[in-house]
């Protein structure tokens, strides 16, 4: 399984390390096959040591460095030592406005750089109220210009009506769409939206779920252990 916290807005570089400490003193008693994922705000970025954590980072711009405003390429990265990046995360599709052929650009650039990325997608209310084949269409779509046979690629099933709303795609929901994603793409696949304490065990049950990208319940060190330890 993975484990992987986003972070998003959250957490400043003093509580990231904070919460790193306590998190990694813990891990001794994970499964040794389980991965576990960080993801913090780009300030919280700084020289952490982990065997047991991969520091990713929530977005970045696909470039090495140059005239964009507000924005961070490669170069900065490097400085950290990151490789690994989600890309396609629902807010930064809906509430940052980016298309599915800039998200197909930053992809390729990141591939380009040999980066493990975790890409995500995901359908609002309205197409999922429509049925499965509804929703299969949409989620197709969220792979245009994605090159899915690319090696270090996880993605990340995200229902957007189940993001921070504590509604959890039920345990149905999550198997016929995770059977049918794999279908199409074969290569690990998390459930993000609304996992916690209470639904971990029975979402880490279903067949084709290898992890799951955690918000809320990723914040604090205690909650986020809760999941990676619930076996
Ligand atoms: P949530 O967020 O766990 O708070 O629903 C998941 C995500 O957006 O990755």
């Known amino acids: ?21 306590k998190l990694q003193l813990q891990l001794f008693k994970k499964n040794p096959n389980d991965k576990v994922y960080v993801f913090p705000p780009l300030t919280a970025l700084d020289d952490y040591q ?15 460095n140059g005239a964009f405003t507000g924005e961070v390429g490669l170069e900065q990265l490097a400085e950290f030592n990151i490789n690994t990046i989600l890309i396609g995360h629902s807010e930064r599709r ?4 980016e298309s599915q052929e800039f998200i197909a ?10 980066f493990e990325i975790i890409y995500c997608i995901g359908e ?6 429509q049925g499965l084949d509804a929703v299969m269409e949409h989620l197709v779509s969220q792979f245009e210009g994605i ?20 509604r959890t795609a039920s345990v149905e929901e999550i198997t016929q769409t995770h059977n049918a994603l794999k279908k199409v793409v074969d290569k690990p696949l998390l459930y993000g939206g609304s996992v916690k304490g209470s639904n971990i065990k029975e979402i880490a049950e279903i067949e084709n ?23």
């Open 1 to 21: 399984m993975i484990y992987a916290a986003n972070f998003k807005t959250n957490h400043t570089r003093e509580t990231t390390r904070e919460y790193l400490t």
């Open 50 to 64: 982990s065997n047991d954590v991969t520091i990713g980072v929530q977005n970045a711009y696909p470039v090495k």
């Open 147 to 166: 090159d899915t046979t690319y090696d270090n690629f996880v993605v990340a099933y995200e229902p957007i009506w189940a993001i921070g709303t504590g």
């Open 105 to 114: 650009k930053k992809f390729d650039f990141f591939k380009e750089q040999g």
């Open 124 to 129: 609002s209310l309205e197409i999922r109220e």
């Open 94 to 97: 809906d509430i940052l406005g």
């Open 209 to 231: 779920v290898d992890g799951v990208l955690v918000g809320g319940a990723s914040l604090k060190t205690d909650t986020f252990l809760e999941l990676v330890l619930h076996s």
